[in-house]
């Protein structure tokens, strides 16, 4: 296994190229692809900045220039759902660009000429993210997790969900689009910016892809305010634990 990580942030993916063992850098395309072992599994971690074809570039990179056999994306996302929460954890079941809309000449979500809308990650490097994610509320959280920041942002008793993400070119802080947007998608539970990209690009190089979420805001017109607060203080802390378990699985 060669195991590709990309997050959109610096504090989505923060503490994992200092964790590497042996790390090279290469630049490509504007990017910094770091090189190196991750607890004993060959990886190369990148950001790959914010919106789809970012995600697409960099995740087409990951596999035709430095030859990973798995992708993992890791970052944060908006709850796509009433029943999700801040601190929340997603990994999807499915993707899809909820921007992309080419009707009436195709339905409404589907990529034209694919026949597809919905694109599946692998399931068991996703049933494997699932268990470092529950592992890490069971048992890293309380240590990660400062009181404060746990009290600031009301994270009482964080789940792991298993649903729909979708993804756009859109910061979603509108509740009004997002509950559209729920009613034509169901099982929807994140939204974000980069995930599905990822997913039509594994799809289409045979490549097994898995996304992991942690809810950073409501999507609704505080999005903005709380999004910026749970990057700048816990989200890395979250990414650094779960990818730190999946590797070490
Ligand atoms: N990532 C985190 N929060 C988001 C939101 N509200 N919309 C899109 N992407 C996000």
Redesign the pocket.
């Known amino acids: 296994m060669r195991l590709g990580i990309i997050s959109?942030l610096y504090e989505e993916q923060q503490g994992l190229v200092e964790a590497m063992r042996g790390p090279a850098k290469l630049i490509h395309g504007m990017r910094e692809y770091w090189a190196g072992s991750l607890w004993e599994i060959d990886a190369v971690c990148v950001l790959s900045r914010?919106g789809k074809v970012a995600a697409a570039m960099t995740a087409t990179t990951l596999v035709e220039k430095f030859g990973v056999t798995h992708i993992l994306f890791t970052?944060?996302?908006?709850?796509g759902d009433k029943t999700v929460r801040v601190g929340d954890i997603v990994v999807a079941e499915a993707l899809v660009q909820h921007d992309m809309d080419a009707s009436p000449l195709f339905p409404r979500f589907e990529v034209p000429l694919t026949g597809l809308s919905h694109f599946q990650p692998d399931q068991q490097l996703s049933l494997r993210l699932s268990r470092a994610a529950h592992d890490f509320l069971e048992l890293d959280f309380l240590d990660a997790i400062s009181e404060g920041e746990r009290h600031t942002f009301r994270l009482a008793q964080p789940r792991v969900h298993r649903g729909l993400v979708a993804?756009?070119d859109?910061?979603?802080?509108d509740r009004e689009r997002?509950d559209g947007l729920n009613k034509a998608l169901p099982g929807l539970v994140?939204?974000?910016?980069e995930g599905a990209a990822v997913a039509q690009v594994c799809y289409e190089l045979g490549v097994p892809c898995a996304v992991l979420?942690t809810?950073?805001?409501?999507?609704?017109e505080n999005?903005?305010t709380?999004?910026m607060r749970?990057?700048k203080s816990v989200a890395a802390q979250y990414a650094f634990h779960i990818t730190r378990r999946v590797c070490r699985e």
């Open positions: 959109a914010i970052g944060v996302a908006g709850a993804s756009g859109q910061f979603m802080d997002l994140a939204v974000e910016m979420r809810i950073s805001d409501n999507a609704n999005a903005a709380d999004f749970f990057v």
